[in-house]
């Protein structure tokens, strides 16, 4: 009755709208590592007329099941820091505590300008230090307190200004602790799981979830992470770095965009 009743509010444009954004935001995940976030949102809001809040909680309630099927595919491969996933998940769940805290403490616009600052400096590193494939992180008690510490930092912007953690914590793997681009995407994959769980528990209590949408979204990204997880594996490192750092600079420009709209106000 209650499917009924949200196609007849909604109309089943709007689930092929979700069917869409699904398929696109897999094939990003799988491709970059990342929870598709920065795809879902804003096609939420530009293309389904959802609100911030709604687009925002819905997107990290459908990367749950984005996230855990592209973990699964990394792990087919081999491809996947299980120990380094833990240590940064509990570092994330540290932070992301952290961020919305500081939410009212720390301006906003600032933290944005550090982060887009950060941006600019992987995307230079993208072209000077292309990771070898089957290269390991290193474990000891100083990386392991690293990791958490970069978990930390990631809930925390996460927290703040809202950017997915692959985009902060694949390059940071690489250039950082000397990970092969395919472990850094499972690791960072991985990471997310706990932390949006969390996330969307928070969301689902102030009623910031469209669950069909959710739903709809993330069972579209089954069929198309494991399709990105296969060409990244397939592309040489060079191109794969090439590729994420266009896709690092999209991200910058968009923030870059809303810090200058944030000075303005």
Same mark, same amino acid.
């Given at each position: ?35 598709? *976030? ?26 749950? @099941? %984005? ?28 932070? &992301? ?30 072209? @000077? ?18 990791? $958490? ?12 200004? *809202? ?45 910031? @979830?469209?669950?069909?949408? &959710?739903? $709809? ?5 089954? @069929? ?14 060079? %191109? ?26």
């Amino acid at each position: 009755m209650g499917a009924m009743k949200y196609l007849r509010d909604r109309g089943p444009k709007a689930l092929f709208t979700f069917v869409a954004i699904g398929l696109v935001s897999g094939f990003m995940s799988g491709l970059f590592g990342v929870g598709g *976030g920065t795809v879902i949102v804003p096609l939420l809001v530009g293309i389904a007329l959802f609100s911030q809040k709604l687009a925002s909680g819905t997107s990290g309630a459908s990367i749950i @099941i %984005t996230a855990s099927i592209g973990v699964i595919t990394y792990a087919l491969h081999g491809e996947v820091d299980w120990i380094a996933g833990v240590l940064l998940a509990i570092g994330g769940i540290i932070g &992301a505590q952290l961020g919305a805290h500081l939410l009212h403490v720390i301006r906003e616009n600032i933290v944005r300008w550090i982060f887009i600052v950060f941006l600019a400096c992987m995307v230079v590193m993208m072209f @000077i230090v292309v990771p070898e494939r089957g290269a390991t992180v290193d474990m000891h008690v100083g990386t392991a307190l690293a990791l $958490v510490a970069l978990g930390i930092v990631t809930g925390i912007l996460s927290g703040l200004i *809202g950017v997915g953690g692959g985009i902060i914590v694949v390059p940071a793997m690489m250039f950082l602790f000397g990970s092969n681009d395919l472990v850094a995407k499972g690791t960072s994959l991985l990471m997310m799981i706990p932390t949006t769980v969390s996330g969307a528990f928070r969301n689902a209590r102030n009623k910031n @979830i469209d669950f069909v949408a &959710a739903g $709809v979204v993330g069972l579209a990204t089954l @069929i198309t992470t494991p399709l990105g997880v296969i060409v990244a594996a397939k592309l040489d490192p060079f %191109t794969a770095n090439i590729l994420f750092a266009a896709f690092l600079l999209v991200i910058g420009v968009q923030m870059t965009i809303k810090a200058l709209r944030g000075r303005r106000k």
